[in-house]
């Protein structure tokens, strides 16, 4: 992987390449990226950026040395196009930009539900912590009720 932070510009050589966009695999330098994220078709385009921005790297299929075309959802995988054509010519498979999409959604969506299942769950514990401290301090209380009154009986026995 290449470091964009210390590489160019793609479009305009001269200015150092600090945003990298994810569906152009490209770098951009500031007003590139502005001018990118103007034009109608990239204008949802979504960049990374700072001291460690890294281009993606390729990934390839092991057994043809090319790159994946669309993902097969029989074999829950990505394929090339050979193998569509040799190991998965009946399957069933999308482009790799909507299965991706199909995924994020889902991670998306069992995170935020995760999060709400944690966020009853702190809530509970701090109540019930709450109705526990409670507690503590009324046995306090009776305990301190009841020593006053063991003393002032002792103390009423021993004058």
């Known amino acids: 992987m290449a470091q ?5 510009c793609e479009i305009f050589i001269g200015e150092p390449g600090e945003y990298y966009c994810q569906q152009c695999d490209q ?5 590139c990226k502005l001018s990118h994220l ?22 390839l299929c092991t057994e043809h040395e090319e790159s994946f075309l669309v993902y097969c959802h029989d ?31 889902e991670l998306v969506g069992n995170f935020k539900s995760k999060v709400a299942t ?5 809530s509970k514990i701090e109540k019930d912590t ?20 063991w003393k002032k009986l002792i103390d009423k026995k021993s004058r």
């Open 4 to 8: 964009a932070a210390t590489s160019a």
């Open 27 to 31: 770098l951009f330098c500031r007003n």
């Open 38 to 59: 103007r034009a109608m078709i990239s204008k949802y385009h979504t960049f990374l950026s700072g001291q460690h921005v890294y281009k993606e790297e390729e990934m």
């Open 75 to 105: 074999c829950d995988t990505p394929v090339c196009r050979i193998c569509t054509v040799k190991k998965h010519s009946r399957h069933i498979m999308t482009d790799l930009t909507t299965s991706t999409l199909k995924l994020k959604y």
């Open 118 to 122: 944690i966020k009853l769950n702190l």
């Open 130 to 149: 709450k109705a526990y401290r409670e507690e503590v301090k009324a046995v306090i209380k009776i305990i301190t009720k009841e020593g006053n009154n």
